[in-house]
């Protein structure tokens, strides 16, 4: 995984769970809201330090693949 500091990591992981979440409480699927999660944090992740979009989904699904806590 790239070298990314802890605010970034934590806001990947804020977005992510944040719009996961929303998207349980709409009543959409558990894959449904990981691939809103991954397209939300990943928008933010390619915005905030410049990387294309498909290089930041993949960062984004590695990050949440590390972090137990980040399970639906």
Same mark, same amino acid.
């Not at 990947?12 to 894959?31: M, Q, V």
């Given at each position: 995984?790239?070298s990314l500091?802890?605010?970034?990591?934590?806001l990947?992981?804020?977005?992510?769970l /944040?719009?996961? /979440?929303?998207?349980?409480?709409?009543?959409?699927?558990?894959?449904k809201?990981?691939?809103?999660?991954t397209?939300a944090?990943?928008?933010? *992740?390619?915005a905030?330090?410049?990387?294309?979009?498909?290089?930041a989904k993949r960062? *984004? *699904?590695? *990050?949440v693949r590390?972090?137990a806590?980040?399970?639906?």
């Amino acid at each position: 995984m790239a070298s990314l500091d802890q605010i970034t990591l934590d806001l990947i992981r804020d977005t992510y769970l /944040e719009t996961a /979440e929303e998207t349980l409480e709409r009543g959409g699927s558990k894959l449904k809201a990981h691939m809103e999660g991954t397209v939300a944090a990943a928008m933010y *992740v390619a915005a905030a330090i410049g990387i294309e979009d498909e290089e930041a989904k993949r960062l *984004v *699904v590695q *990050v949440v693949r590390s972090d137990a806590e980040m399970a639906l």
